[in-house]
Nanobody, 118 residues
Framework: QVQLVESGGGLVQAGGSLRVSCAASGSIVSINAMGWYRQAPGKQRELVAAITSGGSTNYADSVKGRFTISRDNAKNTVYLQMNSLKPEDTAVYSC????????????WGQGTQVTVSS
């Protein structure tokens, strides 16, 4: 099992920056990828960014050039640095981890609110 604990988020003005963190515990060695989804009220959940165990990253087109996902292997933590935030980035951000095999499992963090005021 993999457990995830998120931190960070909050309220920021448009153009500002925030960083959210996701700390993993449990079966760390079996993690294939980690990342973040977000869901705004009335909208579908969307993948924001992901990073594989090999370090490959993937971003939603809407955040490319503004958000950066990174990881600290020593702390088993993944970070999402969000710059140049826009009101449309307002959402609940949820961390996930894909782990295990051959059938991948997925664990989720508790979610953290990011609110960008105009």
């Amino acid at each position: 099992q993999v457990q995830l604990v998120e931190s960070g988020g909050g309220l920021v003005q448009a153009g500002g920056s925030l960083r959210v963190s996701c700390a993993a515990s449990g079966s760390i060695v079996s993690i294939n990828a980690m990342g973040w989804y977000r869901q705004a009220p009335g909208k579908q959940r969307e993948l924001v960014a992901a990073i594989t165990s090999g370090g490959s990253t993937n971003y939603a087109d809407s955040v490319k050039g503004r958000f950066t996902i990174s990881r600290d292997n020593a702390k088993n933590t993944v970070y999402l640095q969000m710059n140049s935030l826009k009101p449309e980035d307002t959402a609940v951000y949820s961390c996930f981890a894909e782990w295990g095999g051959p059938i991948l499992k997925r664990s989720w963090g508790q979610g953290t609110q990011v609110t960008v005021s105009s």
